[in-house]
């Protein structure tokens, strides 16, 4: 295992191929959402990444509507 760029302290899997970095849970997010990368479709950071935007726009969709 790796450790996290940010949490040095950290053992984590989750790699970006295109910047030759590790991610922990905690900062795991894509770094160049808009730019093309030939990593994505098999990339699990932007899989986590899509996710948690996901989860983050239904939650404040469920604000709204309140």
Do not use: G, Q
């Not at 989750?14 to 730019?35: G, N």
């Amino acid at each position: 295992m790796e450790k996290c760029i940010n949490h040095p302290d950290r053992e984590t899997s989750f790699s970006c191929m295109k910047h030759s970095i590790y991610m922990c849970e905690e900062c795991v997010r894509c770094r160049d959402p808009e730019i093309y990368c030939k990593f994505r479709s098999a990339c699990p950071i932007w899989h986590v990444f899509k996710e948690k935007r996901r989860e983050e726009r239904s939650l404040r969709d469920d604000n709204r509507a309140v």
